[in-house]
């Protein structure tokens, strides 16, 4: 089954299309600067790319030159748009809506409305999307991946924050978690390793440009560091993660914000970047850092501390560990950050083979990085989002 996956934002539309019996990408690529004047840049297995300037005035027209493009002889990979056989949408949130992934229908469609104040930023994009997707391959199914559904299994001790409680039946106020996608990926490739789902205790470190750690217990997320929205947690590229929630009101009183310019100050001043005051990348932060930059020295140290911390945390939850896996373009190509979190953690059980660690980046394959005498076993796994939500897919429409 050839399954097309589409991950919608406000101007852009990344896409994949698999097939799902050898779990090949066939093409993939991505519509930007749709709304404003419109590009396409689609790239093949064999290594050729395309680049195209294009009108694209609306996400419906993005799908249109894309499945265009998919098709084109020159460009594509299929003969016709009736060879893909289902699309499948990467989707932020879901709220308590949904704890899985569900085929698209008129009420799929209302309670996703519903979600819109939740994560306004990416929930009216992956509407177009969707839209997009009816208008130009009519009559094909369609399924919904959430990133929060894998946190969907937190107990409510977890979940819920120390609000009233009248506050969160009225707003839904609550931690939902995010990345669930790919915990849900890289835990189930570490099970496969350990050899069993029952009884293990896994850690998922996504780590990149936004990350969130998970605790993963018999299969099951059971916590994780993102909460009500991706902002809290980490201390990540240009957002702040978790602060004394006072702050928030001392800065907005001193410096004169409304809620709108605190959002975006603590989404997008701060972090790595506002630590640093380099930059958001933790490439330039390693550059930063050979120089002798404080600074960067120190927005780094925070970052290494705070992963270090959420782990021994987790470890307590779950009373033990069995593996911790870094993924993501941070945790599977900076060994110096994994190697930082890792060091003096050997009354955990952890002892990484720093060897092995320092050349693992860039990797398509599981590596173990722990040593042989490690209690608990550390791995890099690549990520997949794509894959499963093209295997969610391909199941539901199966069905």
């Given at each position: 089954?050839?399954?097309?996956?589409?991950?919608?934002g406000?101007?852009?539309?990344?896409?994949q299309?698999?097939?799902?019996?050898?779990?090949?990408?066939?093409?993939?690529?991505?519509?930007?600067?749709?709304?404003?004047?419109?590009r396409i840049?689609?790239?093949?297995?064999d290594?050729?790319?395309f680049?195209?300037?294009?009108?694209?005035?609306?996400?419906?027209?993005?799908?249109?030159?894309?499945?265009?493009?998919?098709?084109?002889?020159?460009?594509?990979?299929?003969?016709?748009?009736?060879?893909?056989?289902?699309?499948?949408?990467?989707?932020?949130?879901g709220?308590?809506?949904?704890?899985?992934?569900?085929?698209?229908?008129?009420?799929?469609?209302?309670?996703?409305?519903?979600?819109?104040?939740?994560?306004?930023?990416?929930?009216?994009?992956?509407?177009?999307?969707?839209?997009?997707c009816?208008?130009?391959?009519?009559?094909?199914?369609?399924?919904?991946?959430f990133?929060?559904?894998?946190?969907?299994?937190?107990p409510?001790?977890?979940?819920?924050?120390?609000?009233?409680y009248?506050?969160?039946?009225?707003?839904?106020?609550r931690?939902?978690?995010?990345?669930?996608?790919?915990?849900?990926y890289?835990?189930?490739?570490?099970?496969?390793i350990?050899?069993?789902?029952?009884?293990t205790?896994?850690?998922?470190?996504?780590?990149?440009n936004?990350s969130?750690?998970?605790a993963?217990?018999d299969?099951?997320?059971?916590?994780?560091?993102m909460g009500?929205?991706p902002?809290?947690?980490?201390?990540?590229?240009?957002?702040?993660?978790?602060?004394d929630?006072a702050?928030?009101?001392?800065?907005m009183?001193?410096e004169?914000?409304?809620?709108?310019?605190?959002?975006?100050?603590l989404?997008?001043?701060?972090?790595?970047?506002?630590?640093?005051?380099?930059s958001?990348?933790?490439r330039d932060?390693?550059?930063?850092?050979?120089?002798?930059?404080?600074?960067?020295?120190?927005?780094d140290?925070?970052m290494?501390?705070?992963?270090?911390?959420?782990?021994?945390?987790?470890?307590a939850?779950?009373?033990?560990?069995?593996?911790?896996?870094?993924t993501?373009?941070?945790?599977?190509n900076?060994p110096a950050?994994?190697?930082?979190?890792?060091?003096?953690?050997?009354?955990?059980?952890?002892?990484?083979?720093e060897?092995?660690?320092k050349?693992?980046?860039?990797q398509?394959?599981?590596?173990?990085?722990?040593?042989?005498?490690?209690?608990v076993?550390?791995?890099?796994?690549?990520?997949?989002?794509?894959?499963?939500?093209?295997?969610?897919?391909?199941?539901?429409?199966?069905?």
């Open positions: 089954m050839n399954v097309l996956v589409v991950n919608a406000s101007s852009s539309l990344k896409y299309l698999l097939d799902t019996e050898t779990e090949k990408v066939l093409a993939k690529g991505i519509c930007e600067r749709i709304g404003i004047d419109g840049d689609h790239k093949l297995p290594g050729r790319r680049k195209k300037d294009i009108a694209m005035p609306n996400h419906s027209v993005a799908m249109r030159i894309l499945v265009d493009t998919l098709t084109d002889k020159e460009t594509g990979c299929i003969s016709s748009m009736s060879e893909i056989s289902a699309v499948g949408h990467r989707v932020v949130h709220g308590e809506f949904f704890c899985e992934s569900v085929l698209v229908d008129a009420s799929v469609i209302e309670k996703l409305e519903k979600c819109r104040e939740l994560a306004p930023l990416h929930t009216g994009p992956a509407l177009m999307g969707i839209e997009g009816t208008e130009v391959i009519k009559g094909v199914p369609q399924v919904l991946v990133d929060t559904a894998f946190h969907q299994t937190m409510d001790y977890a979940y819920m924050y120390p609000l009233p009248s506050i969160y039946q009225k707003y839904k106020i931690r939902y978690g995010f990345h669930g996608t790919s915990h849900r890289v835990s189930a490739e570490m099970m496969k350990l050899g069993r789902t029952e009884g205790k896994i850690i998922t470190c996504h780590l990149g936004g969130s750690i998970a993963v217990k299969g099951k997320s059971i916590d994780t560091s009500f929205t902002l809290d947690g980490l201390e990540m590229g240009t957002r702040c993660g978790a602060i929630p702050i928030v009101c001392f800065l009183e001193k004169g914000m409304n809620a709108a310019q605190m959002s975006n100050f989404n997008k001043q701060c972090g790595l970047l506002g630590v640093s005051e380099v958001s990348d933790s932060i390693e550059d930063a850092i050979a120089k002798g930059n404080e600074k960067a020295k120190l927005a140290k925070i290494c501390y705070q992963i270090k911390k959420y782990i021994g945390a987790y470890a939850a779950m009373g033990g560990l069995d593996a911790v896996v870094f993501a373009g941070l945790g599977e900076n950050l994994r190697s930082s979190v890792c060091r003096n953690m050997e009354f955990l059980g952890i002892k990484l083979d060897e092995v660690n050349v693992t980046l860039r398509s394959s599981n590596v173990r990085i722990s040593s042989e005498d490690s209690k076993a550390v791995y890099v796994i690549p990520t997949n989002e794509e894959l499963v939500i093209a295997r969610d897919t391909a199941a539901i429409v199966s069905r």
